[in-house]
């Protein structure tokens, strides 16, 4: 039996309606393929500079300028030296590398990942910080540093292991022999900022911090600090390096880390210069 449709002009709009309809979502969906592609090229080219925490101040400081004096934008990203070294060796695409101490920037210059074995951009300074509200009178003096550990709850210091200023603080406490009074207390911080947080949080009643840090206007309304002498520990050489085929935009910022303006920046908030 042959059946017959018989097709309206009706038909016919809805049709080509149906079809216009079709075509349009096609065109929105292919259209938010493409910007999702480009936004993550975009993203993936970013110059990306790494530094250490306990540089955040005296950077954004250093980045502000930059940029007024007509810089183009960096992704800066903060954290432990230790652990950006490690994802550099894995493969981590960043540009540049501001470290907290020497020997990471140069294990990747012989690893063959950098340019050159960079530049000692800084040195850094210890510092004794504890939480207003304890009222603790901060001595180097041996024996009464050693009955402020006891009396306290905790004490915090960064990964020594990853962090230098860690390491500076543990050799502090070997230097004054209360390594042993303290270790039970201690609480370790994944970066420096981290660990001053612990005591500007009242989580720990003392640590050992970088002194760009303990004299930075937010750490400075919550907790007291005294500056460490060099001979306490370690010289703190901070050294920055370029890795492999850096983009201009983060060739230029090196340099201008580099310059008078950014040195006397890195002064103004406690290091001092080769």
Same mark, same amino acid.
């Given at each position: 039996m042959?059946? #017959?449709?018989k *097709?309206?002009?009706?038909?016919?709009?809805?049709?080509? *309606?149906?079809?216009?309809?079709?075509?349009?979502?096609?065109s929105?969906?292919?259209?938010s393929?493409?910007t999702?592609?480009?936004?993550?090229l +975009?993203?993936?080219?970013q110059?990306?500079?790494v530094?250490?925490?306990?540089?955040k101040?005296?950077?954004?400081?250093?980045?502000?300028? @930059?940029?007024?004096?007509?810089?183009?934008?960096l992704?800066? %990203?903060?954290?432990?030296? =230790?652990?950006?070294?490690?994802? %550099?060796?894995?493969?981590?695409?960043?540009?540049?590398f +501001? !470290?907290?101490?020497?020997?990471?920037?140069i294990a990747?210059?012989?690893q063959?990942?950098?340019?050159?074995? =960079?530049?000692?951009?800084?040195?850094?300074?210890?510092?004794? %910080?504890?939480?207003?509200?304890?009222?603790i009178?901060?001595s180097?003096n041996?024996?009464?540093?050693?009955?402020?550990?006891?009396?306290?709850?905790?004490?915090? #210091?960064?990964?020594p292991?990853?962090?230098?200023y860690?390491?500076?603080?543990?050799?502090?406490?070997?230097?004054?022999?209360?390594?042993?009074?303290? $270790?039970n207390? #201690?609480?370790?911080?994944?970066?420096i900022?981290?660990?001053?947080?612990?005591?500007? !949080?009242? !989580?720990?009643? #003392?640590?050992?911090?970088? @002194?760009?840090?303990? $004299?930075?206007?937010?750490?400075?309304?919550?907790?007291?600090h005294?500056?460490?002498?060099?001979?306490?520990?370690?010289?703190?050489?901070?050294?920055?390096?370029?890795l492999k085929?850096?983009?201009?935009s983060v060739?230029?910022?090196?340099a201008?880390?580099?310059?008078?303006?950014?040195k006397d920046?890195f002064?103004?908030? =406690?290091y001092?210069?080769?």
């Open positions: 042959l059946v #017959i449709t *097709v309206t002009s009706w038909s016919f709009a809805k049709l080509r *309606v149906t079809m216009k309809l079709k075509r349009f979502f096609l929105k969906t292919l259209l393929v493409v999702v592609f480009f936004a993550t +975009v993203n993936a080219q110059a990306t500079v530094v250490a925490a306990n540089m101040p005296a950077m954004e400081e250093i980045y502000r300028q @930059y940029k007024m004096a007509g810089g183009q934008d992704r800066i %990203i903060y954290g432990s030296s =230790g652990n950006f070294a490690r994802q %550099i060796q894995q493969g981590a695409p960043f540009n540049l +501001v !470290s907290a101490d020497e020997s990471f920037p990747l210059h012989h063959g990942l950098t340019v050159d074995e =960079g530049k000692v951009y800084a040195i850094g300074r210890l510092a004794l %910080i504890a939480h207003k509200s304890r009222k009178k901060l180097l041996p024996v009464e540093l050693k009955k402020i550990i006891e009396d306290t709850n905790k004490i915090a #210091i960064a990964k292991d990853t962090a230098p860690g390491k500076a603080a543990t050799d502090f406490l070997n230097a004054l022999g209360l390594y042993e009074s303290a $270790k207390k #201690i609480v370790f911080g994944e970066n900022s981290s660990a001053t947080m612990f005591v500007t !949080s009242g !989580s720990a009643g #003392i640590g050992l911090t970088a @002194y760009s840090l303990a $004299k930075s206007k937010e750490v400075l309304q919550l907790a007291d005294l500056l460490i002498p060099n001979n306490f520990h370690e010289p703190i050489k901070q050294r920055m390096v370029l085929n850096p983009p201009r060739v230029d910022f090196y201008y880390l580099q310059s008078p303006k950014a920046v002064r103004l908030h =406690g001092s210069s080769l």
